[in-house]
């Protein structure tokens, strides 16, 4: 059965510093992986995703990930944290045909 | 203006009441989806339509109803049978095209609490 986990609820960070939110995944054949920001009170907005190609992906407002086949992994990232990156963060996979199954999230705290 | 409307913003439902979420998209997306999102829970799946005039019940379908009349509509009504309805729905749509094209998009949310 296709899965995402988020293994951490809360990843505090120090602005400026680089930032590291994972995900793994379980799921059969080649997988559909994204990732998704949500401020309070707001609908997920898409950051970036992964179909195939290039391993590192690069997204919105300076985001990237890296997608590891063997680890099963797709960890997001961002070189230098700003507070206003503070928010939840949510990591998917598609589960074909058309559904998505998503991660529980991650809370980032960018402190100042 | 390209997008995905979920009205309204705030719905207050009444013991014993059957409220319908309104959810609309201008991106000519076959794809339709309804999410239910709890604190600490993530979101879980309620509906999806493929393709108008066709739905599937996702995780979480018990108390649930959705209708697909038109592309652009998905409306979830929540009924008397959904005990616990607090929470904030969030609608999505996403296309058909498969590969690098296919991505799923949200509409604002609407935030149901009960009198």
């Known amino acids: 059965a296709q899965s995402v986990a988020q293994p951490e609820d809360q990843v505090n960070v120090a602005e400026g510093n680089p930032l590291t939110v994972k995900c793994t995944y379980s799921?059969?054949?080649?997988?559909?992986l994204f990732w998704y920001v949500q401020y309070p009170n707001r609908g997920l907005q898409f950051l970036l995703k992964y179909i195939t190609g290039d391993n590192l992906v690069k997204g919105s407002y300076g985001f990237e990930a890296e997608f590891n086949k063997s680890q099963t992994s797709f960890h997001l990232k961002k070189p230098s944290a700003l507070v206003s990156d503070s928010a939840l963060y949510f990591c998917a996979v598609r589960a074909p045909p058309y559904k998505y199954i998503f991660g529980t999230g991650t809370r980032l705290k960018v402190l100042a | 203006d390209g997008g995905i409307t979920q009205s309204p913003k705030y719905l207050f439902r009444k013991e014993g009441q059957n409220v319908t979420l309104s959810c609309e998209q201008n991106l000519n997306h076959d794809a339709m989806y309804w999410y239910r999102q709890d604190p600490g829970q993530g979101l879980r799946l309620i509906y999806y339509s493929q393709i108008v005039n066709d739905f599937q019940k996702g995780d979480i379908a018990e108390g649930y109803s959705v209708s697909r009349e038109k592309k652009e509509s998905f409306p979830l009504t929540v009924t008397s049978a959904q005990k616990n309805p607090t929470a904030f729905y969030l609608c999505a749509s996403s296309n058909r095209q498969g590969g690098f094209q296919e991505t799923q998009y949200f509409g604002p949310g609407t935030r149901l609490l009960v009198l």
């Open positions: 799921v059969s054949g080649n997988p559909y």
